[in-house]
Every structure is written in structure tokens, then in C-alpha cells.
């Protein structure tokens, strides 16, 4: 019943989509797009709730909220919503560890972001959705993703896209970051 | 993990793989308004009780719920058992009729094993809730997750079991347990109460509360049944209550920190005082409430994946 | 005339092949190879240099009739046991109703002729319905036309010492012999396994072995007192056979037997929770069995008896608890003998002779049985393939029941024919 190292899989023959510097350009771009949808700065609006999908949506949503920070000069809540629990492919797969869920406030009528690397089938938002309407009402759920990929499943879409990629069924997007990766990237190769 | 049986054996990784389930579970229903996670939702889990136990069904049942599980309970009394129907029948008809989980009760020990020797070929989990005097595992992960929650890492903890070890089924699933978690385990009872060849069980065996006290971590008082009472294990209630009773003078003899747990249900004055009972440095409603949740995680185990080898 | 040749059988394994001719129920000659010339009916077994032994004595069968014939019958059990070589098979009185009368064994006596297989004597029970309180009718059940000389309650004690005293010292005057199933039910209460480490573990009520030794000692003072001869059924733990040697250095009149279960199985088989290892005694530890052998080896225990018990799918496919003890026996004791006791070199063939044949009718005092090979003598004569190994399946046996514990083992020794009083019983694994 180990746990299995999620997103350990590196693709065996790999393309870089993004370098170092890419990902923090990108980043910082989405975190001004933030800032103009969510009119944060204004003086009336509240700060948006940043809600990272583990394992690479918490450090990614750190990342977002600092900028966001930065930029604005607002404090923007950032935490942690995982969906296992939510998820709707469970019995497809071994049993998977559960990650942490952390809120870092209430949600009822705020707007909140789901943060995530890569957005796919949209499965995972689609339980991000159901889990967060366990914990509360928010007035507005956005998405920001660092890497569309395509090959949706749901009718679901992102707000923030850091970088659309076209991509085969058969190619894996990997995501690195230097929070829990040894470097910042965005890698395509052939799934293993 | 196909099955809950027992902790003997239970290896670390799977049994701290349970305890922090159950820590994440309980995180995450804090405070929430709406306990119900979808996660089991279309599961079918059916509670088998051949012996009256209404907190241990009880928290099953609610952690099945509170994973959209169907839970059905069975009791013997209003079910074709109290008609005579073999244990292996009743399994093998509620695994027909669609059963993913059994989680079953029986007053003989092993009974859990046998059931699940029967469903080996259908997909039915079984959860043993207490065999005999065999071992009664989900109590021992509740325990280690509330004294986790106390005291951190159980490495090198000294923790004792008090009192009627032979016929306990508690005091079983928790010296493998704990012992399996690096816990030093003592032993403190009557050599009435211990079961002859406990030589080779991973413990330390004592005769005398007062000496272990100040030495412990933690202390778990068992439950004195009131047939032990009178079937001659010891002399009587009074002088079983002097020499092995948690009072308060005793509490006094704990280091700071220290916890004391009960299995429940408790006698208050035989084997701990009221006041103890009752005191900060008792986690016996910590107990409870981390029992619906270690259950949870131990469903989520048995129910939620394939069922396949994890790599 | 009933006429059969055994062509190159080696006599308890020993020294060069020989003819044994059988005729009219006795061995006629015994020669050299080649040596005798049969007449033309006569029946040739060609034994190809195998063993041949005198036929089997068990002292302690279930035959289950009347009463689970659901499980076995004297019929069933017959055939088992021609099939493991025996000739001579005791059936305990615990059926239902109980052979605690006249009725009752001189019922199971004539079936067991009817069926014919083996000479099936009927055990009398000692009290009333088993159940401790009063002595049964064991003279008269002695001087039917059963001619019961063996008494036992087995599956109970007679543990009330008054009541032991009285049958060790009216048993003196029929010149029988109690057969005592030591057990002080008072340190059994809801025992369910030996009282070790693996039933503390598993959390099994324990059956300590001073229940059985406590037993076995008083009741070798009683016999001791009272003059009477005493048999100890199904010993099984180094205490017993410490008390045991005791006893005979005493010169008390008391023998014994251990059972192939408790030559063979440990307690460790108490981890499969399968209840076909349920046995009263139960399974001990290791250095339990290991005693037993060596007792067996050096005459301290004077026999093996089967305790052949069958018991049906649902009182064994169940919870522990539930189910009932004992497990099969008559097909497979020799071959356990074989496995513990020759394989070892604890024992010869002749020595398996002794503590199957010999030492058991003499306890019984069976004249006709467990005799020496020689012309002039009964044709009770097992002829077994010492080379041969099998494999058991419980469903192939000929019980009616298939609650052996030694499912799917390998194991040494086969019966390739049984003869009672010249006639063949069983040959190469089929019956008659």
C-alpha cells in the first residue's frame, strides 16, 4: 500500500516547452491577468482566493499569489484543495494517498482560483468543483492552469492559460518546479 | 490491501498509510457543515454483528455514510442467523447479494478469517470488527492515531495495556500494533489475566502499575468484564481496583504529557477512577471521534482503488 | 477352499523374500521363494519384496453408527479401514443412541460382521449416556454376545474420581479394561487449542496440558490401588508421558496410545484458522511431538490408535469455535508412522508391528490378532509397499466424511493388500 511518487514519471524522450525563465515570464503574466479580471486594486474588491490542486497547483499557487502580491500590493490568501476524494476514476487505480487540503480562509462569496499545472481531460477540476462546494459558496470559481493541453473531456475551460499546447493522446506533459522539482520546466516526450 | 484481519503482521508502511488517511480525513471535514464525501459512492458495505456493540457499529456505520457508502447493518438477532444459519451461508449470501465490504463482529476468534477465506473468490473486503478474543484492529489504529495526535511519532513511547489481557482482543491488536510502530509495549496485569506463552509476544510484562507509571507515555486501561469478576481470575473487584485501578493518586504518578486512553465502555471506580475519566489528561472522546475517522480511511483503503498491488 | 499364495514377501522387512501360503483362514507354510506350489484356484499376490505385517489393531475408532451415519457407518468405515490395513478396529461408544448397553453393541458388533471388512468391536461406554454420573451396564455389555472388553466415555472424562475408582475396580472382575479419555473438564472451559503461544496469539481459549497430565497421574494411583488395568487414550504432551514412565517404573498395570496426528502436526497449523485441525486433544507444540515419537520408540507409549473422527462439511467449514474436533485417520496412519517413525529410524517394521498389531490386540486381549508370522497362525496379515508414496485426497477416501488434515501431502507407504482370516479385505487401494 506504498503510495506510489505521482508525477515521478519523467517522459523517456523529452522535448523542453518552456525553460527556467519561460515558466517565472509566464507566471508573472498570469498574475497580472489576475489582477485585471479579478479588479484587484480597485479598493472595493476582495483579494481572490488561490487554492492550489496538489501535488504542483500548491507551489504554483504560491508562486501566482506572490506575484499577485507583488503586483498588486494586496495579500492574496493562497492554499491547498485536494480532490482524491472527489475524484471519479478511483476505482480505475490503486489506492492513492491523500493530499492535504488547507484553506487558508473561508470561501462563501469570495472569488477563488483553482490553480493546477496542467489541465487535460478536465476531470480533476471537475471534482475540484464538487470538493469545494463541500466547503463552502463561493461568488465566482476561476481556473488558472499553467499548461492546456487539450483533449477535453468536460465541458470545463481555464481563465488563465499560461501556455496552450497542442499535444497526441500518447505525449506526456511534465511540469517541474524548482519547489519540489530539482528546476523550473514545462517537458514533453512520449508516455512511458 | 484486500481485507482488515488483523494488525499481527499489518506491515509500517500500510498501517501509517491508514493513519494519515485518517489525519487528512479529519482535517478536512473540520468544521464542515456537510461531513459527506462522494467517495464510495455506489458501495455497498454491510455490517455483520453476532455480539451487541452499538459504538463500534455505530462508527462504522457513520464512516461508511460519511463516504456515500450504502451501509446495510445486520444483527443477528433480526436476520436468518438467529435462525441457525451458518456464518459461511449468511457471508456467502450477502456477497451474492452485492456486498463490497463486510465488516463483521463474531464471539469466535479467527471468525473475520474464515469469512474471508469464503469471499477469497468474489470482490468482497472484510473488516474485522472484534473475532473472540483474537484482535480488534480498527480499535488499535484509532488509538495509535489519537496517540499520534498527542504525542507525535510513537518511536520509543513506553506505553502500557492495564488489566485483562487474556481475554482482550483490544489489548491484542494493539501490542502489534504499537510494537510494529516502535512503540515499547508493557503489559500490567494479574498473571491471572495474561495468557500463558505471552513470552513471545513483543512486550515487557509487569505485575506492579505503580512502578511503570512514572516511566510511560501513554497508559490504556481495559475494560474489567463483569463475568471476569466472578469466573475466579481474581479475588475481587475491590483488590483488582486497588492493585490495577487508574485513581487519581495514580494520574498523579504520570510524567506531564502523559495520556490515558480507554477502549470504552468504561466502568468508572473498578478499573479507572471518575475523576480520571474525566481529566486533561484523558483522550477517551478523542477516542471516539477518531474511530469514525480511522474507519473512514480504512475503507477508503480497502474500497476506493482497484484493489491492485501499488507499486 | 479359500487358497492364497504372497509370493516374495519380506516378513517385517526383514531377510531374504519368502511364500506365505494361506489357506483356510491360517497361514499353511511359510518358505523360500519359489518354494511353494499353490494349488490351481489358489490366489497369487505378488509382493515383489514389500512388508508383510500382521493386520492392523486400532484401539480407537469413531464409526459414527448409529446415529451420523451422515458421515460414516460401519459399512463406510470398514472399508476404510481394510483399506489402511487393519483387521481389527475398536468403534467408541460415543453414537447416538450411546453404546452404553447390551442393544447398542451387540448392534454394531453384528453389523460389523455383516459388513465383514474387519472385526469391529464395540466399545462400551463406562457411565450412563457418557455423561459421569453412573456406571453403565459393563458387565453385561462384557458378557453379550459383542464381548466388550474395551470401556471408554471418549469425547468426555470420567472425572469424577469416586466414580473412576469404582470403574478401575469393577472392571477388575471382567478382566477388561477402562480406557480413560484424560481430560479435568474444569481446566478446559471453552478451551479451543493447545495453551501456547499461537493460541494466545490467536486468541483461542487454551487446553493446557495439565488438564490431561492431572488426569493421567490420578488415574494411575487409582489403577495402582485398585489393581486394575488402565489404557490412556490419545496421549499427547510430554508431562503425560513423564507421568506415564513414572507409573511403569511402579509397576502400575497402565498403556497407552498416541495418535498419528500427534506423531506429525504442531500447533503451528492453528495460523490456517481451518478447523480440520481442530482435534480434542488439540494439536501441541513442537517438542510435544517430537516426545511422542521418542515414547512411541521406546515402548513408554505402548500403541497408536487412529481416533479416526469423521465430521460432516458443516461441522467443519465453519468458525473455529463452532466446529467439531477430530479428523480422519485409519487411511493414513500407517503412512504417517511411516513418514515419523521409519523414515526416521525410529522405529523398524518390526517395530510398527508391535505398536499397530501386536501391542494394541494385546491390550484388547484379542487372541486371534496381532499374532506372529508363522505357520499355524491367523491369516490377519497386512502387506504394505514401504517405497510407494500417494498423495491424500480427502474426497478419494472411503469415508463418508473428508476431514483430513492432511489434504494434498505426500507421504510414504501403501497398503497393497489386507487379509482377514485368509481373505482378502483390500488390494492395491480397492476393496475385497
Given at each position: 500500500m506504498a503510495p506510489r511518487p505521482r508525477g515521478a514519471t519523467e517522459p523517456a524522450a523529452e522535448r523542453e516547452l518552456l525553460s527556467a525563465g519561460d515558466v517565472a515570464r509566464t507566471i508573472a503574466r498570469m498574475a497580472h491577468q489576475v489582477i485585471e479580471k479579478t479588479a484587484l486594486g480597485s479598493g472595493t474588491a476582495t483579494p481572490p482566493v488561490l487554492l492550489g490542486i496538489p501535488t504542483r497547483g500548491i507551489p504554483l499557487a504560491t508562486r501566482l499569489g506572490a506575484r499577485i502580491s507583488e503586483f498588486s500590493g494586496v495579500d492574496v490568501p493562497t492554499g491547498a484543495l485536494d480532490v482524491t476524494l472527489y475524484r471519479d476514476d478511483l476505482r480505475r487505480k490503486p489506492t492513492r494517498p491523500l493530499e492535504q487540503t488547507q484553506l487558508p480562509t473561508g470561501i462563501d462569496d469570495r472569488v477563488v482560483v483553482l490553480v493546477d499545472d496542467v489541465l487535460f481531460s478536465g476531470r480533476t477540476i471537475r471534482a475540484a468543483l464538487d470538493a469545494l462546494r463541500d466547503h463552502g459558496r463561493p461568488r465566482v470559481v476561476q481556473l488558472a492552469v499553467l499548461v492546456d493541453r487539450g483533449h477535453r473531456e468536460l465541458p470545463i475551460r481555464a481563465d488563465y492559460v499560461g501556455k496552450n499546447v497542442p499535444t497526441s493522446r500518447s505525449e506526456e506533459v511534465s511540469v517541474l518546479l524548482s519547489d519540489v522539482d530539482d528546476r523550473d520546466a514545462v517537458l514533453l516526450g512520449e508516455r512511458r | 490491501m484486500k481485507h482488515l484481519l488483523t494488525t499481527d503482521g499489518l506491515a509500517e508502511d500500510a498501517a501509517t498509510a491508514i493513519l494519515d488517511t485518517a489525519d487528512e480525513l479529519k482535517r478536512t471535514l473540520l468544521g464542515r457543515e456537510v461531513k459527506k464525501l462522494p467517495t464510495l459512492r455506489g458501495r455497498?458495505?454491510?455490517?455483520?454483528?453476532?455480539?451487541?456493540?452499538?459504538?463500534?457499529?455505530?462508527?462504522?456505520?457513520?464512516?461508511?455514510?460519511?463516504?456515500?457508502?450504502?451501509?446495510?447493518?445486520?444483527?443477528?438477532?433480526?436476520s436468518s442467523v438467529g435462525k441457525g444459519e451458518s456464518l459461511r451461508d449468511t457471508a456467502l449470501t450477502l456477497a451474492a447479494a452485492g456486498a463490497d465490504c463486510v465488516i463483521v463482529r463474531h464471539p469466535a476468534s479467527g471468525a473475520a478469517h474464515r469469512l474471508a477465506g469464503w469471499l477469497s473468490e468474489g470482490g468482497t473486503s472484510v473488516v474485522n470488527a472484534g473475532d473472540g478474543t483474537h484482535e480488534h484492529p480498527t480499535q488499535a489504529l484509532l488509538d495509535a492515531a489519537t496517540l499520534r495526535e498527542r504525542l507525535g511519532a510513537l518511536k520509543d513511547r513506553?506505553?502500557?495495556?492495564?488489566?485483562?489481557?487474556?481475554?482482550?482482543?483490544?489489548?491484542?491488536?494493539?501490542?502489534?500494533?504499537?510494537?510494529?510502530?516502535?512503540?515499547?509495549?508493557?503489559?500490567?496485569?494479574?498473571?491471572?489475566?495474561?495468557?500463558?506463552?505471552?513470552?513471545?509476544?513483543?512486550?515487557?510484562?509487569?505485575?506492579d502499575l505503580d512502578a511503570e507509571l512514572p516511566a510511560l507515555d501513554a497508559v490504556m486501561m481495559l475494560r474489567v468484564q463483569a463475568e471476569r469478576m466472578h469466573g475466579g481470575f481474581f479475588p475481587s473487584a475491590r483488590e483488582y481496583s486497588?492493585?490495577?485501578?487508574?485513581?487519581?493518586?495514580?494520574?498523579?504518578?504520570?510524567?506531564?504529557?502523559?495520556?490515558?486512553?480507554?477502549?470504552?465502555?468504561?466502568?468508572?471506580?473498578?478499573?479507572?477512577?471518575?475523576?480520571?475519566?474525566?481529566?486533561?489528561?484523558?483522550?477517551?472522546t478523542e477516542q471516539v471521534r477518531n474511530g469514525v475517522h480511522?474507519?473512514?480511511?480504512?475503507?477508503?483503503?480497502?474500497?476506493?482503488?482497484?484493489?491492485g498491488e501499488r507499486g | 477352499m479359500n487358497e492364497i499364495v504372497i509370493r516374495g514377501a519380506r516378513l517385517y522387512g526383514e531377510g531374504d523374500p519368502v511364500d506365505v501360503h494361506v489357506a483356510d483362514g491360517t497361514i499353511a507354510t511359510i518358505g523360500e521363494a519359489g518354494a511353494?506350489?499353490?494349488?490351481?484356484?489358489?490366489?497369487?499376490?505378488?509382493?515383489?519384496?514389500?512388508?508383510l505385517l500382521p493386520g492392523f489393531v486400532d484401539l480407537h475408532t469413531h464409526l459414527r453408527e448409529p446415529g451420523r451415519e451422515d458421515t460414516e457407518t460401519i459399512d463406510s468405515g470398514s472399508a476404510a479401514a481394510a483399506l489402511g490395513g487393519y483387521t481389527a478396529v475398536f468403534a467408541m461408544a460415543n453414537t447416538d443412541p450411546v453404546a452404553d448397553n447390551a442393544v447398542v453393541v451387540e448392534h454394531v458388533w453384528r453389523r460389523g460382521r455383516e459388513v465383514g471388512l474387519v472385526d469391529v468391536h464395540p466399545v462400551g461406554a463406562v457411565t450412563v449416556g457418557l455423561k459421569g454420573e453412573k456406571l453403565a451396564e459393563m458387565g453385561t455389555m462384557a458378557k453379550s454376545v459383542a464381548g466388550v472388553r474395551l470401556f471408554s466415555d471418549d469425547g468426555?472424562?470420567?472425572?469424577?474420581?469416586?466414580?473412576?475408582?469404582?470403574?478401575?475396580?469393577?472392571?477388575?472382575?471382567?478382566?477388561?479394561?477402562?480406557?480413560?479419555?484424560?481430560?479435568?473438564?474444569?481446566?478446559?472451559?471453552?478451551?479451543?487449542?493447545?495453551?501456547?503461544?499461537?493460541?494466545?496469539?490467536?486468541?483461542?481459549?487454551?487446553?493446557?496440558?495439565?488438564?490431561?497430565?492431572?488426569?493421567?497421574?490420578?488415574?494411575?494411583?487409582?489403577a495402582r490401588h485398585a489393581g486394575a488395568r488402565l489404557h490412556i487414550c490419545h496421549v499427547s504432551t510430554t508431562g503425560t508421558v513423564d507421568v506415564l514412565g513414572w507409573a511403569k517404573g511402579l509397576g502400575i498395570d497402565v498403556s497407552a496410545e498416541v495418535t498419528p496426528h500427534h506423531l506429525l502436526l504442531t500447533d503451528e497449523r492453528l495460523a490456517t484458522y481451518d478447523p480440520v485441525n481442530k482435534v480434542n486433544p488439540p494439536l501441541r507444540a513442537g517438542a510435544d511431538v517430537e516426545r511422542m515419537r521418542r515414547a512411541l520408540a521406546d515402548g513408554v507409549i505402548d500403541c497408536v490408535a487412529t481416533d479416526h473422527a469423521p465430521h460432516a462439511v458443516q461441522d467443519k467449514d465453519c468458525?473455529?469455535?463452532?466446529?467439531?474436533?477430530?479428523?480422519?485417520?485409519?487411511?493414513?496412519?500407517?503412512?504417517?508412522?511411516?513418514?515419523?517413525?521409519?523414515?526416521?529410524?525410529?522405529?523398524?517394521?518390526?517395530?510398527?508391528?508391535?505398536?499397530?498389531?501386536?501391542?494394541?490386540?494385546?491390550?484388547?486381549?484379542?487372541?486371534?490378532?496381532?499374532?506372529?508370522?508363522?505357520?499355524g497362525e491367523p491369516a490377519n496379515l497386512v502387506l504394505v509397499d514401504p517405497d510407494a508414496e500417494w498423495t491424500v485426497r480427502g474426497a478419494e477416501l472411503a469415508s463418508v466424511a473428508a476431514n483430513t488434515p492432511y489434504e494434498g501431502m505426500r507421504l510414504p507407504a501403501v497398503v497393497s493388500a489386507t487379509?482377514?482370516?485368509?481373505?482378502?479385505?483390500s488390494r492395491e487401494g480397492k476393496i475385497g
Open positions: - | 455497498t458495505v454491510i455490517t455483520m454483528f453476532y455480539e451487541n456493540s452499538t459504538r463500534t457499529r455505530v462508527s462504522f456505520e457513520i464512516a461508511g455514510k460519511w463516504m456515500s457508502a450504502d451501509v446495510v447493518n445486520v444483527s443477528a438477532g433480526g513506553r506505553i502500557a495495556i492495564v488489566g485483562d489481557v487474556l481475554h482482550s482482543r483490544v489489548a491484542r491488536s494493539n501490542v502489534h500494533l504499537l510494537a510494529t510502530l516502535g512503540a515499547e509495549v508493557v503489559l500490567v496485569a494479574p498473571p491471572t489475566l495474561l495468557p500463558v506463552g505471552v513470552g513471545s509476544w513483543p512486550v515487557t510484562v509487569s505485575h486497588i492493585a490495577y485501578g487508574l485513581n487519581e493518586a495514580r494520574l498523579g504518578l504520570l510524567p506531564e504529557g502523559a495520556v490515558v486512553l480507554h477502549p470504552g465502555p468504561m466502568l468508572r471506580g473498578m478499573e479507572i477512577g471518575s475523576a480520571v475519566a474525566d481529566a486533561p489528561q484523558s483522550a477517551i480511522v474507519r473512514m480511511a480504512v475503507l477508503y483503503h480497502l474500497l476506493a482503488g482497484d484493489g | 511353494v506350489t499353490p494349488g490351481e484356484d489358489a490366489e497369487v499376490i505378488e509382493a515383489r519384496g514389500q512388508v468426555h472424562c470420567v472425572a469424577d474420581p469416586l466414580l473412576m475408582r469404582r470403574a478401575l475396580e469393577y472392571s477388575t472382575a471382567l478382566g477388561v479394561v477402562v480406557a480413560q479419555h484424560a481430560e479435568e473438564p474444569r481446566l478446559t472451559v471453552g478451551a479451543q487449542a493447545h495453551e501456547g503461544e499461537r493460541a494466545a496469539r490467536l486468541g483461542y481459549t487454551g487446553w493446557p496440558s495439565s488438564a490431561e497430565e492431572s488426569i493421567v497421574a490420578r488415574d494411575c494411583v487409582l468458525e473455529w469455535a463452532a466446529a467439531r474436533p477430530g479428523m480422519l485417520g485409519l487411511q493414513t496412519a500407517l503412512s504417517i508412522v511411516a513418514e515419523t517413525m521409519v523414515r526416521p529410524g525410529l522405529l523398524d517394521w518390526r517395530g510398527v508391528a508391535r505398536v499397530m498389531s501386536e501391542r494394541p490386540a494385546e491390550i484388547a486381549g484379542l487372541p486371534d490378532q496381532g499374532r506372529p508370522l508363522a505357520a487379509l482377514l482370516r485368509g481373505r482378502i479385505t
